[in-house]
């Protein structure tokens, strides 16, 4: 198999012919038999159903997964301490956020879980930052190896461009340490997963120990409200940042959830995990970043700055190397948390617009490739700015879950034609809608992010009204709950072909799932490892026979 892959690569630097056997996707069962008549693909491993022997993450492997991500969140509540609000209002702030965060990924599982199809394909039904915070862990870690060998770099970087030549060396090694696991899709990265949650563990009770014991616990009042004016906006304002700090992996749940060898086991895992351990690592956090500012001075929100206080204070051999540890954890961590969040959601949806080129690993690349691009280190200069792009990203994104969700629960029973989704001609019946656009979800999508979008503008510096302000506070929320109205009232009195259509079917909750997918033509498609199995019959009933074929899988 290496052998093969091998002299691939190798062919392709020798002919185009060859470069064009190297780069292009095979053809799937699904687009041999999921849109006749046209040659455009429309799938390829990635877009595929998951099949079988690929459904290996249980429910704990979900915990993990989550824990790993939540428990670093230190900085979450750091933020909000930092934009105004006390430490009880903050931790309230947070776990209401993570709580609506992980009810919204329980409904926007579902489908994934039982169709086994990722995030795109998903959409398809219904409508055709963190290297920084890494390279910071890194720059530590670098420092207690080299120590002044590292610190007095010169820098040839200017002030305006907002990092050093220290940072960007810092940046670049980090960023260099995502390519290898660019290669591997998320079913085979369950052990990563679980390494990073049983490390990051006792390296955040490790610091939060050390720094209360420095301190003597000096925590003092912990932290007082800021805010003037009107709290209940401004809180809203903090749980809306709070939603954005999950606001991908809300949209993108359907990429993690086809994973599952149960229907529910990408469910009910998290709704307990994910609002509990943020809760937690962010009340480390707040309580640490107090003892610290009343005991040594330092307002330190970042763990990275905190660490960098420490080898300042306790300079030596031992100090050294227990910075080095928590640091290359929490690095770790952040590694995790990128490839969950940043990674695997582009690749998939990456697949999506050119299945014939791009898969999930080669998007994974792709998106690596553009980490520069966003000047990560201008996102983190300072909270506020930081709460402002939490806040705004997931604003965008709140509409599209409701879309998904009041779908599949309210109007199409759960009942998805997932041979339809990989068919996009005219003759698709169920998923094709108005020349390839479902009009009532874009009228819902419209609708859900125009209330809190002025707000949102308000917050990049222009002028809006207090009113607007107060609108865009709601970001998340209130772009969810306008969306899933709108489309809901909508398709009851203008309904989508697929929606009559299921009506007129009768069929009731989830009774199109299965592990056999029925393409547009008709053909009965049952994947067995990389041997498809194929049984077909006309539209009179009369059997076509049964084909078997092998299908070569490359990356």
């Known amino acids: 198999m290496l052998g093969a892959k091998a002299t691939t690569f190798k062919n392709a630097f020798r002919s185009r012919e060859g470069f064009k056997i190297f780069i292009e996707t095979h053809d799937t069962a699904l687009d041999k038999h999921g849109h006749p008549g046209t040659k455009q693909p429309w799938s390829n491993e990635d877009l595929d159903p998951t099949p079988p022997e690929k459904r290996t993450w249980r429910w704990w492997n979900f915990v993990t997964f989550y824990l790993g991500l939540s428990i670093g969140n230190w900085t979450l509540g750091s933020t909000t301490v930092g934009i105004g609000l006390n430490w009880w209002e903050s931790l309230l702030v947070i776990f209401a956020s993570q709580l609506i965060s992980s009810v919204a990924v329980f409904f926007n599982s579902r489908c994934a879980s039982v169709s086994h199809i990722g995030h795109p394909v998903v959409a398809r039904s219904v409508f055709d930052i963190s290297v920084y915070s890494g390279a910071s862990f890194m720059s530590n870690i670098l420092r207690c190896i080299f120590g002044h060998g590292y610190t007095d770099i010169p820098n040839h970087i200017p002030d305006s461009v907002g990092i050093t030549t220290q940072g960007m060396l810092a940046f670049l090694l980090f960023w260099l340490v995502h390519f290898p696991f660019c290669a591997f899709r998320p079913y085979q990265l369950r052990g990563f997963f679980w ?217 199409t029973r759960g009942n998805v034609f997932i041979g339809y989704l990989y068919d996009g001609t005219r003759s698709n019946k169920h998923h094709y809608y108005h020349r390839g656009w479902n009009i009532q979800g874009v009228i819902a999508y419209l609708c859900g992010i125009a209330l809190p979008f002025p707000g949102f503008v308000g917050t990049l510096g222009a002028t809006v009204s207090t009113r607007a302000t107060d609108l865009g506070r709601l970001g998340w929320l209130l772009s969810f709950t306008v969306s899933f109205v709108v489309y809901y009232v909508l398709c009851k009195v203008w309904p989508t072909k697929n929606q009559k259509l299921i009506k007129e079917m009768g069929l009731r909750w989830e009774k199109q799932k299965g592990d056999a997918v029925v393409a547009a033509d008709g053909t009965r498609i049952v994947e067995e490892g990389n041997i498809f199995r194929v049984l077909g019959e006309t539209s009179d009933g009369t059997e076509l026979g049964q084909e078997a074929y092998v299908v070569d899988k490359r990356y």
């Open 195 to 411: 390494f990073k949650s049983i490390i990051v563990l006792p390296a955040v009770w490790g610091l939060f120990i050390f720094c209360m014991a420095n301190t003597k616990g000096n925590v003092g009042s912990v932290y007082a409200s800021k805010i003037t004016g009107s709290k209940g906006w401004f809180i809203m304002y903090a749980i809306n940042s709070g939603m954005g700090n999950t606001a991908t992996l809300i949209t993108n749940q359907p990429d993690i959830a086809r994973w599952p060898r149960t229907e529910s086991g990408a469910q009910w895992s998290q709704l307990v995990t994910q609002p509990l351990s943020v809760t937690l690592s962010a009340s480390l956090g707040i309580l640490v970043t107090a003892a610290i500012k009343n005991t040594w001075g330092l307002d330190l929100w970042n763990p990275w700055d905190l660490l960098g206080a420490i080898l300042d204070r306790y300079w030596s051999a031992s100090t050294r190397f227990a910075v080095f540890l928590s640091a290359f954890v929490w690095m770790v961590s952040v590694l995790g948390t990128n490839i969950a969040a940043n990674m695997i959601p582009f690749g998939s949806d990456s697949s999506m617009l050119f299945p014939r080129y791009i898969t999930i690993p080669r998007g994974q690349y792709i998106v690596e490739s553009l980490a520069f691009a966003i000047c990560p280190w201008k996102i983190l200069s300072s909270a506020s700015v930081f709460a402002t792009f939490l806040s705004g990203y997931g604003l965008f994104m709140a509409s599209v879950v409701a879309i998904i969700i009041c779908d599949y629960y309210l109007l």
